[in-house]
C-alpha cells in the first residue's frame, strides 16, 4: 500500500508564499513522475506541475515564473513552493504519484487526500 500524505495548506494573503509538501510511504521502488493538480469550486482539477525522476518539470502556464517545484527521490517527496499567490490560485491542492512502482513490474497511480490553499486578504 502507498500513500501520500501533504502538507502546508493555508491561508495566505495575495502576493504572499506558501510551500506544499508531500510524502510518499508504502513498499515503493520508485516514482517515475510526482506532481500537483488542484481543483477550484465549480472547476475540474488541473494540472499545477510535475517533476520527473530525472527532474524533468512541466507548469501550467498560469503558475509558470511564479511556482517551484521540486523533488528528492531518495525520500520520494515532493515540493511546491508558491510564490506571488493570487486569488486565483485558491483550490485544493493534490499530490500526484504516477507510475509508482511497488514492484519491480507493477505499478499505480496514487493520489493524496488535498490541502486547502485559499489566496485572500
Known amino acids: 500500500q502507498v500513500q501520500l500524505v501533504e502538507s502546508g495548506g493555508g491561508l495566505v494573503q495575495p502576493g504572499g508564499s506558501l510551500r506544499l509538501s508531500c510524502a510518499a510511504s508504502?513498499?515503493?521502488?520508485?516514482?517515475?513522475?510526482m506532481g500537483w493538480y488542484r481543483q477550484a469550486p465549480g472547476k475540474q482539477r488541473e494540472l499545477v506541475a510535475v517533476?520527473?525522476?530525472?527532474?524533468?518539470?512541466m507548469y501550467a502556464d498560469s503558475v509558470k515564473g511564479r511556482f517551484t517545484i521540486s523533488r528528492e527521490n531518495a525520500e520520494n517527496t515532493v515540493s511546491l513552493q508558491m510564490n506571488s499567490l493570487k486569488p486565483e490560485d485558491t483550490a485544493v491542492y493534490y499530490c500526484?504519484?504516477?507510475?509508482?512502482?511497488?514492484?519491480?513490474?507493477?505499478?499505480?497511480?496514487?493520489w493524496g487526500q488535498g490541502t486547502l490553499v485559499t489566496v485572500s486578504s
Open positions: 500526484n504519484a504516477d507510475r509508482t512502482y511497488y514492484s519491480p513490474n507493477e505499478y499505480l497511480e496514487v
Open positions: 508504502g513498499s515503493i521502488f520508485s516514482i517515475y513522475a
Open positions: 517533476i520527473t525522476s530525472n527532474n524533468s518539470t
